[in-house]
């Protein structure tokens, strides 16, 4: 699975943002999807997760109620909505895809396999 991750730009406090994440190379079917980050100087974090189904999502408690994560299966593209975007959501947007993901370690790095190249978005106040 390669990953392109798309979207990101410099925005205002308040603005919205859409990333897009496209998947190519071998079938979408059973990967749970994440979106994570890594503030300038920081770890890199998870921020949010959906399953194969779109039925199950979870999110990084800094970012629930603005954010949104959600997945087209025929276009094999998954997305994040951000509303109401904080100068503390600047960061590098990462998507990543994992099969058969143990849904609670849908917050854990390591139970990803594959990784798209990022994609910036910066939030001034």
């Known amino acids: 699975v390669q990953l392109q991750a798309s979207g990101g730009g410099l925005v205002q406090a308040g603005d919205s943002l859409r990333l897009s994440c496209a998947a190519s190379?071998?079938?979408?079917?059973?990967?749970?999807m994440g979106w994570f980050r890594r503030p300038p100087g920081k770890e890199r974090e998870f921020v949010a997760s959906v399953r194969w189904s779109g039925g199950n999502t979870a999110y990084l408690d800094s970012v629930k109620g603005r954010f949104t994560i959600s997945r087209d299966n025929a276009k094999n593209t998954v997305y994040l909505q951000m509303n109401s975007l904080k100068p503390e959501d600047t960061a590098a947007y990462y998507c990543?895809?994992?099969?058969?993901?143990?849904?609670?370690?849908?917050?854990?790095?390591?139970?990803?396999?594959?990784w798209g190249q990022g994609t910036q978005v910066t939030v001034s106040s």
């Open positions: 190379g071998r079938t979408f079917s059973g990967y749970t």
């Open positions: 990543a895809a994992g099969y058969g993901i143990i849904w609670s370690e849908r917050d854990n790095q390591r139970s990803y396999d594959y």
